[in-house]
């Protein structure tokens, strides 16, 4: 058990539509970090949060954002959703902004977009 | 090409080593990783090296690093079916944001 929690596990729903994922990182880690895994582009980074600011950004559509409360959860958001966004949404936490790079992966929310 | 790319698939046979091999494209790189993937699980770092080491030994795994021919490689010393798993490679610069690569899944028979 990495510490950090995902949530829904799973989440189906239709084009067009929106969804939220949820995460929770490790007690005392405020770095959050999304990545999505497919089959045909692989682990992309998406977007980094470090204690509530975005810190980084990778390969994040404009139809998705992110933040992260001062809870330390954060949620990612995926709007107008199309076929292609069907993925495993992955939520990684670390202890600060910059270490060696270790984080710390939850399980994963697989999402299909019918 | 992509930044980070390694072979798709492995099979061993349980007891053999194992090697998994990968390939990266930029030379400021400054971390290089190999995480793991179990079946439902997210990643889990396994070891990692810094880009001025050639080598590092953690018990059954070896990690060798060229860094003029940007070649990263995962030694597994007799491999158990408790192995089988993905091993991603990865690379890491000044953020520090590990960028993956596809993931070579490693199938272990007996």
């Known amino acids: 058990d990495s510490g950090v929690t995902q949530t829904p596990k799973h989440l189906i729903t239709a084009t067009g539509q929106r969804v939220t994922l949820r995460c929770s990182p490790r007690?005392?880690?405020?770095?959050v970090y999304w990545y999505q895994q497919s089959l045909d582009q692989g682990l992309q980074f998406l977007i980094q949060?470090?204690?509530?600011?975005?810190?980084a950004k990778g390969n994040i559509l404009e139809r998705f954002s992110a933040q992260q409360f001062p809870d330390l959860h954060s949620e990612l958001n995926l709007s107008s959703l199309e076929l292609g966004d069907s993925a495993l949404y992955f939520c990684?936490?670390?202890?600060?902004?910059?270490?060696?790079?270790?984080?710390?992966f939850g399980e994963g929310s697989r999402l299909t977009v019918l | 090409g992509e930044d980070v790319e390694q072979s798709l698939f492995l099979s061993v046979r349980e007891g053999d080593s194992s090697v998994i091999n990968c390939t990266y494209t930029?030379?400021?790189?400054?971390?290089l990783y190999w995480y793991k993937q179990e079946p439902g699980a997210g990643l889990q770092l396994l070891t990692y090296?810094?880009?001025?080491?050639d080598m590092k030994q953690d018990q059954r795994l070896t990690v060798l690093l060229n860094k003029k021919d940007k070649h990263l490689s995962l030694r597994i010393a007799d491999t158990q079916t408790g192995d089988s798993a993905i091993y991603f490679c990865?690379?890491?610069?000044?953020?520090?944001?590990?960028?993956f690569g596809r993931g070579t899944s490693l199938i272990v028979h007996p």
């Open positions: 930029d030379s400021s790189s400054t971390y």
């Open positions: 007690s005392g880690d405020l770095s």
């Open positions: 990684a936490s670390s202890v600060e902004g910059r270490n060696t790079g270790e984080l710390f």
């Open positions: 990865a690379e890491s610069r000044g953020s520090y944001i590990p960028t």
């Open positions: 949060y470090y204690n509530g600011e975005e810190r």
């Open positions: 090296i810094f880009s001025n080491m």
